[in-house]
T-cell receptor, first 114, second 112 residues
Framework: GENVEQHPSTLSVQEGDSAVIKCTYSDSASNYFPWYKQELGKRPQLIID?????GEKKDQRIAVTLNKTAKHFSLHITETQPEDSAVYFC?????????????FGRGTSLIVHP | DVKVTQSSRYLVKRTGEKVFLECVQDMDHENMFWYRQDPGLGLRLIYF???????EKGDIPEGYSVSREKKERFSLILESASTNQTSMYLCASSWGRNTEAFFGQGTRLTVV
């Protein structure tokens, strides 16, 4: 089955800095890579996703890049703000067999200091 | 807006009790999932269902069972609760393959 590794487990930045979270996956059949944000005490919510037919996607201060050859994808947050503080999860899923079930990374706790 | 609702936010049960966690979604989604969330371990899949009465084991099914009698409802059952099942349980649903998962608010279960 799919295995998703996520780093770092904790990331501390100053407000205004950029933050980068990296994930690697093992199954070359995976072709959908969502990112979820979970604020303290709340449910995870999708913030951005990317499919394997594109290499990069942006939404305001958030961007995701995908390198299918190396089997890794990254979340980039620019001009971080205190409200970006949360746990971020990456996930990977494919279309074959049961691989459409998303497999999640262990999460990154992002702390943005004012 | 898609709504995924879990029946309880907090639950305290005794060791050996049979525990039912209920999840309901209102968007006619095909897929429903139960995850367990523990610090440092992320979201681990317990069971999932892609249709009524269909269920598949996830990564950590031991000690759990599920039931999906209606499309909108997916229940997680702890046959005999143990202290190592103390955790946050998250239900999720999605309409198809490789699509966004919508999560419930979570149930914090404590087994004493």
């Amino acid at each position: 089955g799919e295995n998703v590794e996520q780093h770092p487990s904790t990331l501390s930045v100053q407000e205004g800095d950029s933050a980068v979270i990296k994930c690697t996956y093992s199954d070359s059949a995976s072709n959908y890579f969502p990112w979820y944000k979970q604020e303290l005490g709340k449910r995870p919510q999708l913030i951005i996703d990317i499919r394997s037919n594109v290499g990069e996607k942006k939404d305001q201060r958030i961007a995701v890049t995908l390198n299918k050859t190396a089997k890794h994808f990254s979340l980039h947050i620019t001009e971080t703000q205190p409200e970006d503080s949360a746990v971020y999860f990456c996930a990977a899923s494919g279309l074959s067999g049961g691989s459409y079930i998303p497999t999640f990374g262990r999460g990154t706790s992002l702390i943005v200091h004012p | 807006d898609v709504k995924v609702t879990q029946s309880s936010r907090y639950l305290v049960k005794r060791t050996g009790e049979k525990v039912f966690l209920e999840c309901v979604q209102d968007m006619d989604h095909e897929n429903m999932f139960w995850y367990r969330q523990d610090p440092g371990l992320g979201l681990r899949l317990i069971y999932f269902s892609y249709d009524v009465k269909m269920k598949e084991k996830g990564d950590i099914p031991e000690g759990y069972s599920v039931s999906r009698e209606k499309k909108e409802r997916f229940s997680l059952i702890l046959e005999s609760a143990s202290t190592n099942q103390t955790s946050m349980y998250l239900c999720a649903s999605s309409w198809g393959r490789n699509t966004e998962a919508f999560f419930g608010q979570g149930t914090r279960l404590t087994v004493v």
